[in-house]
């Protein structure tokens, strides 16, 4: 759930609060900080990180979501919210996997949701120094990884309206939108045919993507502004030397072959594996235009 590094920073916070009382100089603070990243590390060498014996909600988490059996998982889960019963990334796993359909997840991300608005002005992060910022600040990942799932769980239950205002919550959040929800928006504007926001935000961009070009393609496919949509095509094709392949390969039905040399940790932009990417993570847009790739093929011919 977490990156090495936000773990890191986790247990190097922890242990300041631990052991920096009645310190006063930057010094001895830099001093005790270059002790915990020496043990860290040696740590780390030692084959520590590997989770022998779990301490922290965190080590559980880890474990429930490497366990091999549901009743494992559960376990470390409950164990997990037994040490912190407000820890946002437990909460999550937790309103998704006792989920039986989509709505009852819904509900209880809802939930999870009231309770991080309340931690962040808890800890102060609902001020304007903090807003714009979300994500770049350790401790309200959590709850941006909590809103992404609820976009996506709204997505998925077709409800696009409300996936849409969680889209503008984000990115008022994370200005840097480290997470890529433009492409979400910008999917989810066409799959509403919201033409004026859409070309807003497309103007505003400081440089043309795949995925957005791609997006405002279909979107003004959808409401038969063929001309414009023909336009982003060309800019597409410019941006994207594999545009033709990809119309093709759709076409043709065997992304499949493409999809197998992607390297799992990321995909190449402007390449067939950026479109590849968006078709997987933007299926709701092509619910919505379920003549686009014909058209687009014959385009591309």
């Known amino acids: 759930m977490k990156n090495d590094f936000e773990k890191f920073h986790k247990e190097a916070q922890k242990y300041l609060d631990e052991n920096a009382k009645g310190t006063e100089s930057e010094e001895e603070l830099k001093k005790l900080l270059d002790r915990f990243v020496k043990d860290y590390n040696a740590g780390i060498k030692a084959g520590a990180n590997i989770i022998s014996e779990p301490k922290t909600a965190d080590d559980y988490l880890e474990l429930a979501s490497e366990a091999p059996t549901r009743q494992k998982e559960q376990y470390y889960l409950a164990k997990a919210l037994e040490l912190e019963p407000e820890n946002l990334d437990a909460l999550l796993y937790d309103a998704v996997s006792r989920s039986g359909n989509i709505e009852e997840e819904l509900v209880n991300l809802r939930k999870v949701i009231a309770i991080g608005e309340e931690q ?29 799932q609820y976009l996506e769980s709204l997505l998925t239950a077709g409800k696009y309206r409300e996936g849409l205002k969680i889209c503008r919550k984000m990115l008022h959040l994370c200005e840097g939108d480290n997470l890529g929800i433009r492409y979400t928006y910008v999917a989810t504007l066409a799959a509403l045919e ?15 993507e795949s ?13 038969d502004d063929l001309s414009k949509a023909k336009e982003m095509y060309q800019r597409l094709k410019k941006r994207n030397p594999d545009t033709k392949k990809f119309f093709k390969a759709v076409h043709k039905g065997n992304l499949e072959k493409y999809e197998e040399k992607m390297n799992e940790y990321g995909y190449r932009p402007n390449t067939i594996e950026e479109l590849l990417v968006f078709v997987k993570e933007q299926s709701h847009l092509l619910f919505t235009a379920p003549a686009f790739f014909n058209w687009a093929y014959r385009l591309s011919k």
Do not use: C, N
């Not at 807003?131 to 600040?137: F, H, N, P, S, V």
């Open 120 to 148: 962040m002005k808890k800890q102060g992060y609902d001020d304007e120094e903090s807003i714009g910022d979300y994500w770049l600040i350790f401790q309200t990942r959590p709850y941006m990884r909590v809103l992404g």
């Open 194 to 208: 919201e033409v004026k926001e859409a070309e807003e935000f497309f103007e505003k961009q400081e440089y043309e």
């Open 211 to 223: 995925m957005i070009l791609l997006a405002m393609m279909i979107l003004y496919y959808k409401v």
